[in-house]
């Protein structure tokens, strides 16, 4: 496997680090993987490992004030900005590989960031899969804290407003201690700015998803406390794709890719990806 790393231009402004992960042979198709809030695309060296040695090109990035790329932690700034810089890394891996089938894999709230992409990119896609992705707002949140964060957002988009559990996203204790460690996740309360813009991104996607015309796969633990399961089928179940399928994993935390069943979701994932290859 061949690795490449550099700084791509954000739509924000700035710049963001980028990376890719190339096999040793001549690849047979790409996947661009879009990580969840608050982590980084360093986290899926397995995962990875798994699709490079099958003959997969993969091209990921760090969303800016995540892992490498610079910004204030965790502060995305605009939505919109996130998924230009996926349509950007879409467009160069294209064009690094004319002619291969092009897939989509965002986790979370990159699942978010790749439906998105998916339903506005015109370079066509070979497939989308979403992982634990963050579609619909939780309707038991009260309009009042709601309504706090968004006037946070304009007149101070940095405070915080909520914290990620490290315990819910995985039942491997290893995983939860490397994520607790890691420097480059933020282990702060998520800015204001950036959880408003996730929760208004997640808000539009129930009047639009039934233009979703992409191949879809969707992977999600029943167990998910982060993201759960009946929040992003309540989005799901409205997709217009004729090619549609949900693997259920009952029990599995929010990583899917990092439980002790992952072997199993990756052979899942894989047997999807060769079907459309």
Same mark, same amino acid.
């Given at each position: /496997? =061949?690795?490449?790393? *550099?700084?791509?231009?954000?739509? &924000? ?14 690849? =047979? ?7 969840? !809030?608050?982590?980084?695309? *360093?986290?899926? $060296? ?6 490079? &040695? @099958?003959? !997969?090109?993969?091209?990921? /990035?760090?969303?800016? &004030? ?22 950007? @890394? !879409?467009?160069?891996? %294209? *064009? +690094? ?6 897939? !989509?894999?965002?986790?979370? /709230? ?39 964060? =968004? ?40 800015? +204001? ?8 991104? /997640? @808000?539009?996607?129930?009047? %639009? ?11 999600? &633990?029943?167990?998910? %406390? ?13 997709? $217009? ?17 990092? #439980?002790?069943? =992952? ?10 990806? #060769?079907?459309?290859?």
């Amino acid at each position: /496997m =061949r690795i490449q790393s *550099g700084l791509q231009a954000s739509a &924000g402004g700035g710049e963001i680090y980028v990376q890719s992960w190339l096999p040793e042979q001549a690849p =047979r198709g790409v996947v661009v993987l879009v990580h969840g !809030l608050a982590e980084h695309c *360093g986290r899926y $060296g397995e995962l990875v490992e798994r699709l490079t &040695g @099958r003959g !997969l090109a993969v091209y990921a /990035m760090d969303h800016r &004030g995540h892992g490498r790329s610079p910004g204030p932690r965790a502060m995305i700034g605009r939505f919109r900005w996130l998924v230009e810089d996926v349509q950007t @890394r !879409l467009e160069v891996a %294209r *064009g +690094a590989h004319p002619g291969l089938p092009l897939f !989509l894999l965002g986790h979370s /709230m990159g699942g978010a960031i790749a439906l998105e992409t998916a339903l506005s990119q015109p370079v066509s896609l070979a497939g989308l899969v979403l992982s634990a992705p963050a579609l619909g707002a939780d309707p038991a949140v009260p309009a009042l804290q709601v309504a706090i964060a =968004r006037l946070l957002s304009r007149v101070a988009p940095s405070i915080g407003v909520l914290r990620l559990p490290a315990d819910a996203i995985s039942r491997d204790p290893l995983v939860v201690s490397d994520y607790e460690r890691d420097p480059l996740v933020y282990r702060g309360s998520i800015p +204001a700015r950036t959880a408003v813009e996730l929760l208004q991104a /997640m @808000r539009g996607f129930t009047a %639009r998803a039934a233009a979703l015309r992409v191949p879809t796969l969707v992977l999600h &633990g029943t167990a998910d %406390r982060l993201v759960p399961i009946a929040q992003a089928e309540s989005v799901w179940r409205t997709f $217009g794709s004729a090619d549609f399928s949900v693997q259920r994993y009952e029990g599995l935390y929010h990583e899917v890719f990092n #439980e002790p069943e =992952r072997a199993r979701v990756q052979a899942d994932l894989q047997a999807w990806l #060769e079907a459309r290859l």
